[in-house]
């Protein structure tokens, strides 16, 4: 059942060095604001998950905070490479980064078959690819009806699912609308949750027709976060901060001036930061 903490008490609580951790959200309802109290609570050893890392997972990444990393694509969104992730991989700095890729539609399979409780999601896929030459959990099995080959993934259990969304009621129940991802699977599949929210409403009215409710047994904690999301977006709330991703390249491309920056940015930060992004990020996602 939810419980209603504060951002550090929810991540201190949910997460430990060496856990699995899915941070979802496509496009918008990053949660930035969790990922940067994961990074002053200095935990390491973590095995991140993501369809789609970008700056956050750079900049968890960049303070020594994984060891290991699945994904299906990696990249800073519209504008090219995450150095710090690349450094990892090419140089092992701050440390060694194992990765384990696969292509979307095998995450999302993963991902649902893990919400179901199956061991592993089967499903048409990889045909022609070469990448299970050099990821050993890409499996193919026959169908035992059609003799058909298919592809076999390990499910997505995570240990911890973190995402951020736009409500929580004060029953605990949590609202996710705009374009979703795979939040709802990674929290149903995952042992421990953490929701990030804009603001807690005594109910939901007026529900839009692609609206994701969570109820409150499927949630750990949640914590009200507002601009949590901030640089990417939160749907009626703020919108993207494209100059932030664009200033993020220069930011991430020196080590030293990426560790200069999280110090101040970050380490010295709190959630209260994100409350200004917010406000200074302004308007209304389209």
Partial sequence: MAEFLSLA???ESAISDGDSVAMEGFTHLI??????EIIRQRRSGLRLIRMTPDIIYDQMIGMGC???IMYSWGGNPGVGSLHRFRDAIQNGWPGPLEIDEHSHAAMANAYDAGAAGLPCAVFRGYRGAQLAEVNPNIKSI???FTGEKLAAVPAIRADVAVIHAQKASRNGDVLLEGIVGVQKEAVLGAKRSVVTVEEIVDDFADLPPNAVILPSWTISA???VPGGAHPSYAHGYYSRDNAFYKAWDEIARDRDGFRAWMQE???GGGPEDFARHGKAAGGVAS
């Fill in 142 to 144: 026959n169908c035992p």
């Fill in 265 to 267: 940015h970050v380490i």
């Fill in 9 to 11: 008490d929810a991540i």
């Fill in 222 to 224: 949640i914590t009200c």
């Fill in 66 to 68: 994984a060891d290991r």
């Fill in 31 to 36: 949660p930035h604001a969790a990922g940067h």
